[in-house]
């Protein structure tokens, strides 16, 4: 096979408690995670080095050994055993996930990566294999494979499928200017006084009863259980934010950051996504700047060759359907 293309999906936090942080520095997380339809492609052609191009959102975004889908590469080279003769690929991600908003564009690259080289270089590894590999390159790279819902503990790669019964529409509102994940972590610790040594262990609250929530499917309940600790702290360091935040509280079931920011996502019935969209709209258009309203659906599939594109299509990391 000579060309395969891998999509992986963008995530949402339906809800994202933090502890204080690990003396490695990263935060211990309670969080669920949901996958939407808004995906990136990575496509992946045999070649004798490696490459990386990139189309759609994300045109400016470096193409070298900085970019998560390089560094996947990398991290599966080596995990093969591959390091003495390293395969080469010409990558071309297709973005359409938000870049630096909070939703995972660049482990969603990751992740589709991963899926496509294993396939094209033929390495047969295993799920298992790749989460493992994901959670190298980043808390958020293993849900990009795993998706649909999934509860994360650790620093978020740790995953337990959740099943619920139903499907969301999502109405999101992208800025565009992004936010720096470790500051607004920085920020948070910096608020609650979680550097202090003192406070070293303080576990993060748990998010068993949103998780009850989605297991009987009630969306009304769903959104009275979304809430995100990194949204207030978000909402100090912009008050563009903070604004949008307030103006949008009642657009939906349930209006939350995702996850570090600064896109906001909205909670709605999958029938009332488009007339959700154009209350937004309609509330923005009393806003001064610019803002894209995107819609999606959950939850969806993982990481996963695209079908009918390479002779095995279907066989990625995407777990079954867990709905
Ligand atoms: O794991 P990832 O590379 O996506 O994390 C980006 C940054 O976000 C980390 O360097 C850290 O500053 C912050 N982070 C954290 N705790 C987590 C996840 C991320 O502090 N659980």
Known sequence: MDRVV????????????????RPDGFHPLDTVFEAIDIVDDVEARRADSLSLTISGLGEDLPVDETNLAIRAAHALIKHAGLEANPPGAALHITKRIPVAG?????SADAAGTLVALNELWGLKMETSRLLEIGAELGSDVPFSLHGFLAHGTGRGEHLTPITTKGRHGWVLVTSRLGLSTPAVFRAFDQRGGLADPENAVVPPPSTRELREALVTGDLHSVASYMINDLQPVAASMRADLKNLLELLDDAGRATILSGSGPTIAILTDVEGVAATKRRVL?????????????????????????????????????LSQRT
């Open 6 to 21: 891998a999509s992986a999906p963008a995530k949402i936090n339906l809800a994202l408690r933090v502890g204080a942080p």
């Open 102 to 106: 909070g939703m995972a564009g660049g």
């Open 282 to 318: 309609d509330l923005l258009s009393s806003l001064p700047g610019s803002y894209e309203v995107l819609t999606a659906e959950g939850p969806a599939a993982g990481a996963r060759i695209i079908p009918d594109v390479g002779p095995h299509a279907n066989s990625g990391a995407g």
